[in-house]
């Protein structure tokens, strides 16, 4: 298994998965940016040499003053009230479970590394504070200058399951692991066809592998997986299925873009390409992206 960086963070920034002639890159092990503190809403980007275009920036939260039982200073104006609901914020367990996910780092180890940062712009790690509600004295996890906090990992903390908080809202915050995934092959396709099954079984298999950091990673109503298939503004696609022909135009950029059904799956109808050489790529897309695709 080959070296892989992928970046998986929430909301999508229209990151790409490039599968080129017929084959995933040689990709294996992918630098994760899980959406904290909702894993439900996570989200990849996945980088193989070239740049995808820069997102616009996120609307700013209103400014937050967390003053629950940890003694932290204030992140923002001392004034501002706050939702403890609307902090982020994770269950130990499930950190230590995304720290152990990480390639990089022991399964067993006595203290993790993670990375953490901010969707929201203008916040840098020196701005994010973080500690774990413990019972007895809340412990607070230093955040360095560049993102990096040291996260201790012992039978007393498991059994505590503290809560992870931060003074930053629900959402905003990316933590950053490495991720071992699966190297699946894009079936050929012959004469310009291929079956819906054989072109989505690995997306199902990179699916089940990320639902090792979000266990709703693939879902409908969720971030997952598409097929892009660059046919030229001229090409298109077709999906013949028992009841009928389906012919999907491609985008202004030359694109036709097919996003996982289940039902298809079942029903396995035949995907005829044209042009028959078309390049064939898998993208991460976000739960909106996916309802965009399957409107059209």
């Known amino acids: 298994m080959d070296d892989w960086r992928h970046k998986y963070g929430t909301p999508f920034l229209n990151p790409m998965m490039m599968m080129r002639s017929r084959h995933l890159l040689s990709l294996s092990t992918a630098c994760l940016f899980v959406g904290l503190f909702c894993l439900s809403t996570a989200i990849g980007q996945i980088q193989t040499g070239e740049a995808p275009p820069k997102p616009g920036p996120l609307p700013s939260p209103a400014p937050l003053n967390i003053v629950p039982t940890a ?13 403890v609901n609307s902090i982020a914020k994770i269950p130990y367990e499930a950190l230590i479970k995304i720290a152990q996910s990480d390639a990089s780092q022991p399964k067993d ?3 993790y590394t993670l990375h953490i940062s901010s969707k929201i712009e203008g916040v840098t790690p020196s701005q994010i504070q973080l500690y774990l509600d413990r019972p007895a004295a809340p412990k607070v996890l230093k955040v360095d200058a560049n993102g990096y906090f040291l996260v201790p990992h012992n039978e007393e903390l498991m059994k505590e399951n503290p809560d992870l908080v931060s003074n930053q809202p629900k959402g905003s915050l990316n933590l950053e692991v490495k991720l071992s995934l699966p190297k699946p092959e894009l079936p050929a396709i012959t004469d310009g066809q291929v079956s819906y099954q054989a072109l989505f079984k690995p997306i199902l298999l990179l699916n089940d592998s990320m639902k090792q950091v979000d266990p709703n990673f693939g879902d409908p109503d969720q971030q997952q997986f598409a097929i892009e298939i660059t046919t030229g503004v001229e090409g298109w696609v077709r999906m013949q299925r028992k009841f009928g022909a389906r012919t999907l135009a491609p985008d202004t950029d030359g694109s036709v873009w ?13 995907i005829q390409i044209m042009p028959k050489n078309a390049p064939l790529s898998v993208r991460p897309i976000t739960a909106a992206q996916a309802a965009a695709i399957r409107a059209r």
Do not use: N, R
């Open 71 to 83: 003694p932290l200073p204030p992140a923002t104006d001392a004034g501002a009230k706050v939702d």
């Open 109 to 111: 180890a006595e203290v």
């Open 258 to 270: 097919i996003a996982y059904e289940k039902l298809h799956f079942d029903e396995d109808p035949t």
